[in-house]
């Protein structure tokens, strides 16, 4: 894997083409479409706006491509869908998180295709996959994020259902979502939990605003449930796995999460190299600088060894493996090699690094949330310590 800030594959011809026309849309279409609404990063996100790209984008055949044939994807191996969001995230579009479906759509759902019933299928997940639903994944609470156990949303058995009450927070997607897939502890239980589908217009269930992230998107919500009832149809899986479903959701998404934090770590790179070529500090370019250019050369090498390490793990992740040591390396590596990439590119912008509007001060305050989403570096560290202490390698 050579560096490259524009990278091909010419050893997969497939893939070279969707690169190629990801990133003409990305370029055309969607800028556009993003300039003619005035979009920007605090655009509250809404249906009218999102609708749109998610049709245009399935038309192109990229909203659920990661999906098999049979549901309308083109089955993309990990890896190749990786090589897809890292992309979306090298291109600056604030609303390419909805090309692939990640924004209520068919990669928020995941892995939870395989097992839903023919009734939540037709009545949930497929029209998800054909972009006439939303959904959003409803797991973390005020007091229960790394520590998921600590969840007290509960979910109380009756005649034909379950009676839901709790408060979940940073549910993205939710401002747009129809549903959302909820993960609840069975009442009379502490370590029983299990996954419902849950109509956000139930009675009993309200959809509120959700705290504001520092990137200054409004994507989450708040999914409040007060004896909400849920029909014995929607429970997903069996009574108790839940917390298999959404943690093995998170532990492919941890890994997942890498190329799109790549590909912003990338865009960095690209801005401070134009930034460094065209502005003059005493008559020279700031590229002549020496000091410079070693800041050069660590931004390069920290991106060229995160994404090795990430595509590595891909790679085994696509051959049957399951890279549990490296997805928890990969995230931890990726998540502080970006902080630090962007943390230099804004130290190189200088005072325009600092100002609200600028794309590099914007991606410094996303990369940052990524050192504590899908698990903290400090959870990564206590997962990589603790998988190596069982090996007896």
């Not at 044939?69 to 390419?96: C, F, H, M, N, W």
């Not at 390069?300 to 040591?325: H, I, K, Q, S």
Request: glycine share 10%; aromatic share 6%; net charge negative.
């Amino acid at each position: 894997m050579l560096f490259s800030l524009h990278p091909d594959y010419p050893a997969d011809p497939l893939l070279q083409d969707l690169v190629e026309r990801l990133r003409d849309y990305l370029d055309g279409e969607l800028a556009a479409y993003e300039a003619e609404h005035d979009v920007t990063p605090g655009t509250p996100i809404t249906r009218t706006l999102l609708e749109p790209v998610w049709r245009r984008s399935r038309e192109l055949g990229f909203y659920g491509i990661h999906l098999p044939p049979d549901l309308g994807g083109q089955g993309l191996t990990y890896t190749q869908l990786a090589a897809l969001k890292e992309e979306i995230g090298a291109s600056g579009r604030v609303l390419g998180h909805s090309v692939l479906g990640e924004m209520g759509g068919p990669l928020r759902v995941g892995d939870i295709l395989a097992g839903a019933t023919p009734h939540q299928l037709d009545t949930y997940f497929l029209p998800v996959v054909r972009g006439e639903r939303a959904c959003c994944f409803s797991l973390t609470e005020t007091d229960a994020g790394s520590d998921v156990r600590a969840m007290r949303t509960v979910a109380v058995p009756e005649p034909g259902g379950y009676r839901l009450t709790g408060h979940k927070v940073f549910s993205s997607a939710g401002p747009v979502a129809d549903f959302a897939i909820v993960i609840a502890r069975m009442d009379g239980t502490e370590k029983t939990f299990s996954a419902f589908v849950v109509d956000l217009d139930s009675p009993g269930c309200q959809v509120t605003d959700g705290a504001t992230p520092m990137s200054g998107e409004h994507i989450e919500s708040d999914i409040v449930l007060e004896n909400c009832f849920v029909s014995a149809a929607n429970l997903l899986g069996r009574e108790g796995d839940g917390l298999l479903l959404g943690l093995g959701r998170v532990n492919v998404n941890r890994l997942l999460h890498c190329p799109s934090v790549l590909g912003m770590a990338r865009r960095a790179i690209a801005l401070t190299l134009d930034r460094v070529r065209t502005r003059t500090v005493g008559g020279a370019p700031l590229a002549d600088l020496q000091s410079v250019q070693h800041k050069l050369a660590d931004l390069a090498t920290e991106f060229y060894a995160a994404r090795a390490m990430t595509y590595a793990a891909l790679t085994d992740l696509d051959t049957g493996t399951v890279p549990r040591l490296e997805a928890f390396m990969c995230k931890y590596f990726v998540a502080e090699s970006a902080f630090r990439i962007l943390d230099q590119a804004v130290q190189i912008h200088g005072k325009e690094g600092l100002t609200q509007g600028n794309e590099v001060e914007f991606l410094f305050r996303k990369v940052r949330m990524f050192r504590v989403l899908t698990g903290t570096t400090e959870i990564q560290k206590n997962g990589i310590a603790k998988l190596l202490l069982r090996r007896g390698d």
